[in-house]
């Protein structure tokens, strides 16, 4: 698949519901005249998808026996460093551990286990993903291993940051008798859309099969 390449995502080796690490986006907190005075950090949040924290490799691959089972493994720990201070591109740093598992330990073995990390937009539009992978290295007599991973993702700062307008809208001091003073400015649809357009995730997770994902989704 072909993602557009306006947001850089750059995957570096060696080192459910979406599980929220740093750079979250900041809510919008209600002064005492109305104004929303916290709106949002031009950061990524940052998470794992549901179903991809984890994988799960059969011998034979084709089976689903737990008998089978092979190797199991789990990202765990992520979680991120942002620079939102000045530049015209937005950094986030994300870092992950991998624990491993496997079922024989007659001999050392070395297990690569691909990743992918992902800019989506909207909550919906994927603007950009790579795909790299994490070597877990065992030792001859040692069932578990562990092993880290780091990623890099960019954003230009304008394309996470909310037009004048709508920021007007948003900090707009409201008096007690205002038309719109018990109007929260986030219910309406246009500044909805707005904060939307701005809001991207850095998602990391396995990348996983169909057949890996159906059998996440099922066990």
Known sequence: MTFPKSVLVLPSLGLAALVLAGCAAKKGELDETGGI???????PVVGVPIG??????FDPATSRDSTAIDVTATMTNV???????????????????????RARTDGARDVVFPYF????????????????GVNVHFDAGQARAHAGGT??????????TLP??????LTHKRKAGDE?????????????????????????????TDEQLKYNATR
Do not use: H
Request: proline fraction near 2%; charge should be negative; hydrophobic fraction near 45%.
């Open 37 to 43: 005075t916290a709106i949002r950090s031009a950061c």
């Open 52 to 57: 991809t924290g984890d994988v799960t490799l």
């Open 79 to 101: 979680r991120s460093t942002c620079n939102d201070d000045v530049g015209d591109q937005v950094a986030t740093n994300v870092t992950f551990d991998i624990d491993a598992r």
């Open 117 to 132: 990390v992902t800019i989506v937009r909207g909550g919906t539009a994927v603007v950009a993903k790579r795909v790299a």
């Open 151 to 160: 990623a890099a993702t960019s954003i230009t700062r304008s394309a996470a």
């Open 164 to 169: 004048a307008d709508v920021r007007e809208k």
């Open 180 to 208: 719109d003073a018990a109007t929260d400015p986030l219910t309406l649809p246009e500044v909805r859309r707005a904060v939307l357009s701005v809001t991207f995730e850095a998602l990391v997770g396995f990348q996983l």
